[in-house]
């Protein structure tokens, strides 16, 4: 390790304030890999519990989640790669996705090596967490429609065809968790606050 005899990993994951998504694009409100990070948790726990509520799912919310904050760190080395470039042929996607690895594996080098196996599952998909990853990549494409949402909100036009692309990706999921979602949570992200506040009395 390093002379100062410190540990990195978590010094590096705080950095994530700093890195800039949708970076190709115009955006009216910046956003940060920490802020979708921690949106992604909220919605994959969501997801979680309406799997268990609605459909007899035995799944872990609080897990769903905690995999959720983790789903991007890799990117705090790799930066945040546009989506049109990232999926944008199969050998892109292959190369990107050993990218990631890499910097994952490089991450957990920079743990103590007793705690490395307990964040290994965190940063790359685990077999016992199955179930649970593709409720994360879909809270993550859930968080990616909220923005393209509120930057049409905002005026910002340059989200228009994201959104169309996000939305059809989400139902292409096939995923019962996420129609509930559609359904009952997001036509709120269309209103203004006051109309939040109001919207059930």
Known sequence: MKEFGA???????SRMKFISRW??????QPETLSEHSLETA?????LATIRNVRFGGGVSPERAALL???????????????????????QLRSAYRQVE??????????????????YAPLLSPAREDRALWCLVKAA????????????????????????ESTHAAL?????????????????????????????RQ
């Open 42 to 46: 909220v919605l994959a726990h969501c």
């Open 101 to 118: 690895e890499s910097a994952a594996d490089l991450l957990l080098a920079l743990l103590p090596e007793d705690f490395r196996a307990h």
């Open 140 to 163: 993550d494409k859930l968080s990616a429609l909220i923005k393209c949402i509120e930057e049409q909100k905002a005026g910002n036009r340059e989200f228009c065809k994201a959104q």
């Open 23 to 28: 970076a190709l694009m115009r955006n009216a």
């Open 171 to 199: 139902l292409a999921m096939e995923l019962p968790e996420v129609l509930v979602f559609l359904d009952e949570f997001l036509p709120a992200f269309e209103e203004p606050l006051d109309g939040l506040l109001d919207i």
């Open 7 to 13: 540990f990195p990993f978590f010094a590096l994951l």
């Open 68 to 90: 959720a904050l983790f789903h991007d760190a890799p990117e705090v080395l790799t930066g945040d790669l546009p989506t049109p470039v990232k999926y944008h042929s199969e």
